[in-house]
């Protein structure tokens, strides 16, 4: 069978040259992209860091609710991303405990820790007979390149 297949290709070859070299350049093409599809679609599919693949997580929050959807047109479908209140709550419960200075004109936040500022924290607290158990401090202000450029405060 084998025999006959190519005794018929060589035939086709001589009777029309043109065609069949076409022929075979369209397959050999398309084992080339099929080739490279798999070839990626494999290396894509591999861990790309399999050292560290214990301690990467995948967060995907749902601040999606029936009553206010996503989109008004289309409210079967959620929010497709993560809200910047929902990605700073998010680092803020994972992160080392620590308070902000947020500058009201250009938005700039500040992260510092002070830990006389804590421990007069626990001293109000238990002044109150309060058990502390979480605060959140955030001050307010201009910051340092705001004030030198002399803006002002956009929140009163």
């Given amino acids: 069978m084998f025999a006959y297949n190519v005794k018929l290709a060589l035939k086709s070859m001589r009777r029309n ?9 369209a ?13 990626v ?19 995907t929050l749902d601040s999606w609710g029936a009553l206010r959807p996503f989109e008004d047109d289309r409210p079967e479908r959620a929010p497709h991303q993560l809200t910047f209140r929902d990605a700073e709550a998010l680092y803020e419960n994972v992160a080392e ?13 500040i992260e510092f820790e002070n ?37 002002s405060s956009s929140v009163e």
Wanted: hydrophobic share 40%; charged share 15%; proline share 3%.
């Fill in 27 to 39: 397959i050999a093409v398309g084992i080339g992209i099929s080739m490279t599809t798999l070839t």
């Fill in 97 to 109: 405990h620590h308070d902000h200075c947020i500058c009201t004109s250009c938005g700039t936040i």
């Fill in 41 to 59: 679609h494999h290396m894509m599919s591999n861990n790309p860091i399999p050292q560290k693949s214990d301690v990467l997580f995948a967060v």
């Fill in 115 to 151: 830990d006389r500022i804590e421990s007069l924290q626990q001293s109000v607290a238990q002044a109150f007979g309060f058990r502390l158990v979480s605060h959140k401090m955030e001050l307010y202000g201009i910051c340092a390149d705001c004030g030198r450029r002399g803006e």
């Fill in 17 to 25: 040259p043109v065609m069949t070299g076409l022929t075979v350049a």
